[in-house]
């Protein structure tokens, strides 16, 4: 089982920046793909990006595409979502997962705690 902590978020105004970090431990780091999740008030989880094992490799939802980025470093067991121009619909709890690699699913039904972004206006 994966354990994972979440951390960078916070509260930052439209048009900035902030980058998250996925601390994972409890399994062979880079055996996994792993993404990024959020949800919003109300709404359901949704899938926010992707990388590959090897990091090379990344998969966006259209409405970040070209304004967030994720990478990985697998000597340290993170995955990071570098994030910029934020909207207000950007705001959420983001999370990360281990994910099949070729569904980009979530591979277990373990989750950290998330980390909350709220972009004001």
């Known amino acids: 089982q994966v354990q994972l902590v979440e951390s960078g978020g916070g509260l930052v105004q439209a048009g900035g920046s902030l980058r998250l970090s996925c601390a994972a431990s409890?399994?062979?780091?880079?055996?996994?793909?792993m993404a990024w999740f959020r949800q919003a008030p109300g709404k359901e989880r949704e899938f926010v990006a992707g990388?590959?094992?090897?990091?090379?490799?990344?998969y966006y939802t259209d409405s970040v595409k070209g304004r967030f980025t994720i990478s990985r470093d697998n000597a340290k067991n993170t995955v990071y979502l570098q994030m910029n121009s934020l909207k207000p619909e950007d705001t959420a709890v983001y999370y990360c997962?281990?994910?099949?690699?070729?569904?980009?699913?979530?591979?277990?039904?373990?989750w950290g705690q998330g980390t909350q972004v709220t972009v004001s206006s």
């Open positions: 997962a281990a994910v099949n690699p070729v569904t980009l699913l979530p591979a277990f039904d373990s």
């Open positions: 409890g399994r062979t780091f880079s055996s996994d793909a």
């Open positions: 990388i590959n094992r090897s990091g090379n490799l990344g």
